[in-house]
């Protein structure tokens, strides 16, 4: 195996002064293990405990916290119970001396800054939520926002669950087509874009865009454009049109507050399978919003006087999970519309020292990226705001989260590795700080997930590849895909393969001392010769190398062995060293996992797809490599190198 032996305890978090830990010692359990067993008996003894923690504001109190008489797949939380999300993560906030503490903190491309308190943030989704309701929008509508990371991004969010319509965000980066496609699905009403944004200090129009949006969506009937690069409008589409600027000048600063059922839709996020159109995950008031918060209280020990900045878009689901979980607790979030970067790579660590970031939040593929720049970036700044480094999205490799845990967080601030999904709202598994911690792993199930691994025959593994599922349920589980009328779709994604058991997709392994490890999706698996391995273990070893920066490993059909490896790889000083790094590579793979294991072939490329936020597009590099449909491409920043990717598959003998 490929991981770290280093078990590590960072000396910043002290384990009992978390609030895990205080909770547990609140309902006398001493070890963790012990409220996974109490969660597992009564999930709904625990989530009635956790709305109470958060703090949910209930205007009609709930008759039951967990209904399952449609079975756990359906169920209901907080039967009969009354609220408004966007109170609780504003309003009530706004009250008081909470009032003139920093709700949002904006940062540029090119260096502008933007502070709104709680007050000042109540104010301006107020003023949006009357411009909206005099446009007809009202409960239930569905709201795309297509904007980049500008205030504007989280008060449209706020605005959405304020006044019970549906907002569905959607990636910044995305063309006309990929917009449409999601607005088709949801037959969404009105969209609120800007004109573009910058991007290391060039123009990016949004506009174009999102008028060939409008040519293409019938059910729209008003697109409402930010002013932030002084794109004028060529205003050819045939529905209305509204300046965002103008359409909140003379609004009123108050607002009536809509009592919402914690049932009622709040949040459409789309997520993209490999096959097939993207699917809307469905969430609700007292679900996506709620385990946001839960997990940034319980799994981070985020409080009222963090500061959360992680590095994302407000169409990834880390976008709207950073403003409704740091604003339920009170505390503050940091958008940021540039690149890590630019102009410099000190641009993170300016940022953290300037605004006394408390948790910064991070990919894999970014800290390798910024890993190859060196310390002497780093060193200037001091960056003892810093509680944790947050991380999701992609399994790690050791010798980056070594490099991110000893050079930058000098060993005080927790790596806190987390990963879950857009249907999930949030973690299934999560680390917590204070605890010891081995490189590139998790502790365990966040609080509330029950989780298991299990083999193909539905039995629990120990020190194995298996299944990563779910067992109960929890208030963020999605309640099915939009326009998915008999749950078909929502059954094959998640319930097909045991009975009553939640699949999310990814394989895991729990190790001899009880961390846990995310392996690569299932569907990205590797079995060769009959060993099941992840894609991961190859990527580590290959990331190892001192001359490969990246790596991304596929299975492809082979006629011996069923399924072979074929590696590709970034390297670090030679871009175009086609021929012996391969090689080399190919004797290393050798030593770390094996002669069984050995790759069919090792490939340097210039770069991998990913998507804007890092994630390596590890089916989209399979498909292309076999000439197969790569599927939905609308996420991928860099379609560019898929050519170079379809040009190697004619250099290897057919059977390798």
Known sequence: MTESNEIVTPTGVNWEETALYQFMKKHQFEQIDQLYEAINENPAWFWGEMEKEIGLTWFKPYTKV??????????????????????????KHAQGKKGKSPALIWVGDRGEKKTLTYLELQQEVNRLANGLTRLGIQKGDRLVIYLPMIPEAAIALLTAAKIGAVAVPVFSGYGAEAIATRVNDCQANAIITADGFFRRGKQISMLKEVERVAELCPSLDHYIVVNRIGEKTTRKAKISYRSYEELVRNESTDFPLLELSSEDSCLLLYTSGTTGKPKGTHHVQAGFPFKAAQDLRFA?????????????DMGWMMGPWMIFGALLLGGTALLFEGTPDYPQPDRLWRIVEEHQVTYLGVSPTLVRSLMGQGTSWIDPYDLSSLKAFGSTGEPWNPKPWKWLFHQVGKGRCPILNYSGGTEISGGILGCFPGLPQRPSSFHGPVPGMVVDILDKKGRSVEQDVGELVIKQPWPGMTRGFWGDKDHQRYHDAYWHKYPDIWIHGDWARKDGHGFWYIEGRSDDTLNIAGKRIGPAEYESALVAHPQVVEAAA?????????????CFVVAKHDPNQKTDLPRELMDWIVQKLGKPLKPKKIYCIQELPRTRNGKIMRRVIRATYLN???????????QHVLAEIRGLRGQEPEDG
């Open 628 to 638: 197969e449909d790569p599927g939905d491409l609308s996420s991928l920043e860099n």
């Open 554 to 566: 596929v299975g492809v059909p082979d006629r011996i062995k069923g399924t072979a490896a074929v």
């Open 66 to 91: 967990l209904d399952q008489t449609q079975g756990w797949a359906y169920s209901k939380w907080y039967v009969d119970g009354k609220l408004n999300i966007a109170y609780d993560a504003v309003d």
């Open 300 to 312: 981070f020990d985020f409080g009222q006087d963090d500061r959360l900045f992680w590095v994302t």
